[in-house]
């Protein structure tokens, strides 16, 4: 191309200055470009491989795989699985497609999960698969880019297919989440059952039926059919007729200790238990989470729900879970949820999370995270909207219905900013990256997670949020605040659980209605930009300042007994598990800078036979001294002597109320936002 030509490809809509600067120095760029390239002899400019070895040239694959339509599928699927064997946990499924012709058909297994953001359909463990015609055997082949996929040839005068496999389930948590246990199962549909390629999931009718084991009973948004009609002598439930999308995303939880209980005329909660002692809810509890549901639905002013069941396992036995669905969600918590409710919040605050994600992710849900089928890639770069505003107001939540203590949800603030805190990585990686995690980091867990950075979206999210509800409250003189923001931006019809799908932009539209301020820079320089600290204005804000001492909170204390750990990461910079073996290490701490690293067991501390305690005092008696800790530690089969340049004492985070000169002139309606945050509304 002429040089002339290269010039009028300059854009027009600039003023003569600004295309008199462009012109130059695209002039400037050619000149050194042309000077550069005739240095090179004809030995630089020769391809890399020398042209002597064989080159092949690439042929692309072609895609079998018909992509979603969003029309009728022709007819209903029947699916049975057989959820007996929960001795050695294997899933029996049957299941009938129907076929409208002959020839190519292809079957698909779920691959992209909703709630997981991720492919985290676990087709490894498919077995025994087996399709069938009028008696006759039909032959598949998995499709050789995408495993998820099965090609058939449907022979002539055929009207449905049945299918018949295993899933065989985790029977240890090496091998994955274990779903089946000696006293409870749960059930995920997509883990048993295939569906037809080419229709949107919404599109494809199916009726859908379980045997679970005798005497179990079992809880699901779906609804089982008023008239059963039971094969002989077998715990078979038939559900009602419905679209793959929401058998999918209504998960069973099945038990030989099961309880439900009303919470409202539309929620329920559903809990089954490693063993019939720990079924021992109070009148109190039941109330608690009642109130829950009632602060929730106050709180987004609308119910997108016809039915919302939480499905609750107290259990070690079977693989704890926190996963939302828009009617329901699946809860793992530890076993004396109930009889140890006096022992901390616990878990507590999950089932808050859960359900706010009935209005945030389910109803309403960031464009790039719906998909019209489970093959389609979802883009996950609202997460920290999605789940960090979901963990936002599941605290709030937790502390208004009463499953949190304002002191419980004060500490949990303060252990969050913290943690954050540490997350030196922000420094080369900004938040919006860490919403690739649930991909980058599937099954496969990184070695220094506060460098690498690990899922921040949503601790990190929670703190934006709090700052942006701070900066309402600023801006509005107390008279509005991210409440107002979360009734006009999720609220719908009662019973509508459908999907509105959003982008960036209709989040900050919102936030300029509810407030007038330059949300899209703010967003910018907390999502889009490295940082050098976690956002913690929003407790400056909210009245409260980060201090640290060496008192730990009942929040940590009962993290680092459910955890089975001690967390001494703001102190020397390690968590050191109840084995004595290091969890982790905080990168650039003193135990970093000391050469400590997971993996090793600690086995003396200062000359002194190591545990937990000894540790902790020789902490505690170094503050303020000039000599180092000396840690001896098993690495393998050698031992090595570490020296920990520390003195600074036992740290442990805490929320400290601003005083009035602190607050710098604030409104005292501004200084009070965390505590009026907090305050139950029902």
């Known amino acids: 191309m002429r040089l002339v030509a290269l010039l009028e490809l300059v854009p027009i809509q600039v003023t003569p200055v600004q295309a008199t600067v462009a012109r130059i120095l695209l002039v400037a760029i050619l000149f050194f470009a042309g000077s550069s390239l005739a240095g090179l002899s004809p030995a630089d400019a020769r391809a890399a491989m020398p042209d002597n070895l064989s080159k092949p040239v690439y042929s692309a694959p072609q895609d079998r795989i018909p992509r979603a339509q969003d ?30 012709k002959p020839g190519p058909l292809t079957l698909l297994y779920p691959e992209w999960l909703p709630g997981t953001h991720a492919p985290r359909g676990e087709i490894e463990k498919l077995a025994a698969l087996e399709f069938t015609a009028g008696g006759r055997v039909i032959e598949w082949v998995r499709d050789d880019v995408d495993v998820y996929a099965f090609h058939l040839n449907v022979p002539d005068g055929v009207s449905q297919i049945t299918a018949k496999f295993q899933f065989v389930s985790a029977t240890s948590g090496i091998q994955g989440r274990i779903v089946m246990a000696p006293t409870m199962l749960n059930l995920r549909w997509h883990q048993v059952s295939l569906y037809p390629a080419g ?83 109070s009148k109190s509890h039941i109330a608690t989470h009642g109130k829950l549901v009632r602060e929730a639905e106050a709180l987004f002013g609308s119910k997108p729900y016809d039915r919302y069941d939480f499905l609750l396992a107290l259990t070690e036995e079977m693989g704890g879970i926190g996963m ?27 089932l808050a999370h859960e359900i706010v994600h009935s209005w945030n992710g389910k109803y309403r849900r960031p464009a790039g995270l719906w998909t019209p089928d489970f093959r389609e890639p979802m883009r996950s770069q609202l997460l920290w909207i ?61 070695p220094w997670t506060n460098w690498q950075r690990q899922e921040d979206y949503y601790n990190e999210g929670l703190l934006i949020w709090l700052e942006i509800d701070g900066i309402i409250r600023r801006e509005s003189s107390g008279q509005k605040s991210l409440e107002n923001f979360a009734r006009r931006f999720f609220n719908g019809k009662d019973g509508d659980y459908g999907v509105v799908t959003y982008e960036l932009d209709d989040v900050i539209q919102t936030l300029n209605i509810v407030q007038a301020y330059d949300w899209a820079a703010f967003i910018d320089k907390r999502v889009y930009q490295p940082t050098t600290e976690a956002p913690k204005n929003g407790l400056t804000l909210g009245g409260y300042k980060l201090v640290y001492n060496a008192r730990l909170s009942d929040y940590i204390r009962a993290r680092n007994k459910r955890g089975k750990h001690h967390d001494l ?31 090793l067991t600690l086995t003396a501390v200062n000359g002194k036979g190591y545990t937990t305690d000894i540790l902790l005092k020789e902490i505690e008696a170094n503050r303020g001294k000039s000599r180092k800790i000396e840690l001896f530690a098993k690495d393998g089969d050698r031992y090595v002597n570490f020296l920990v340049d520390y003195s600074d004492g036992l740290r442990y985070p805490h929320l400290e109320k601003i005083t009035a000169e602190e607050a710098d002139g604030e409104s005292d309606e501004a200084d009070r936002g965390i505590d009026r945050l907090l305050q139950p509304k029902t």
């Open 71 to 100: 029309i009728p599928f022709p007819g209903t699927m029947q699916l049975v699985v057989d959820a007996r064997d929960n001795k050695q946990g294997v899933f029996r499924v049957t299941q009938t497609i129907p076929v409208v």
């Open 199 to 281: 229709y949107y999931v919404r599109q494809i009718p199916v009726e859908a039926a379980a045997i679970y084991p005798d005497g179990w009973r079992s809880a699901s948004a779906m609804r089982p059919k008023a008239q059963q009609e039971k094969p002989a002598s077998t715990n078979y439930v038939a559900y009602q007729k419905t679209d793959y999308d929401t058998l999918v995303d209504s998960p069973v939880f099945a038990g030989k200790y099961f309880e439900s209980h009303r919470l409202s005329p539309r929620a329920h909660l559903n809990i089954v238990a490693d063993d019939d002692k720990y079924l021992r809810p």
């Open 324 to 350: 939302e669905h828009h009617r329901s969600s699946e809860n793992g918590v530890n076993r004396e949820y109930f009889t140890g409710w006096n022992d901390g919040p616990g878990r507590r605050n999950l």
């Open 386 to 446: 999605y789940e960090g505003q979901t963990q936002f107001w599941g605290y709030v939540l937790g502390a208004r219905s009463g499953l949190y203590s304002k002191q419980d949800t004060l500490d949990a603030f303060a252990a969050i900013a913290a943690a954050m805190d540490l997350r030196s990585g922000r420094r080369w990686r900004p938040l919006i990256d860490t919403t690739q995690d649930p991909v980058i980091a599937a099954r496969r867990p990184k």
């Open 569 to 599: 990461s703001h102190s020397i910079g390690m968590v050191i598990s109840d084995k004595s073996v290091i969890k982790a290490v905080v990168w650039g701490s003193p135990a970093y800078k000391a050469g400590l690293k997971t993996g």
